[in-house]
């Protein structure tokens, strides 16, 4: 599983969100951005190459 949270990227927030691709990951951060912040991630591709390079791996859990 990928993850992204907002703190990482010098945000003070709590969110994370996570998914199976980068690509769902980077989508949720990007529709995240928009909806919390005002900012269009999908606007600017080095805002879009920031946020894709503050995903991680995180190893799988207990399914929930
Ligand atoms: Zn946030």
């Known amino acids: 599983m990928k993850s992204f949270e907002c703190r ?3 945000v003070v927030c709590d969110a994370k969100v ?5 690509e769902e990951v980077l989508a949720k ?3 995240h ?3 919390a ?3 269009d991630l ?4 080095t805002l879009a190459n920031f ?9 799988e859990k ?3």
């Open 42 to 45: 999908s606007a600017s591709t």
């Open 33 to 35: 951005a928009r909806e």
């Open 8 to 10: 990482h990227a010098g």
């Open 51 to 59: 946020a894709r390079g503050k995903i991680y791996d995180e190893p």
């Open 62 to 64: 207990a399914a929930q």
């Open 37 to 39: 912040h005002g900012v």
């Open 29 to 31: 951060a990007v529709a």
């Open 18 to 22: 996570s998914g199976s691709t980068e």
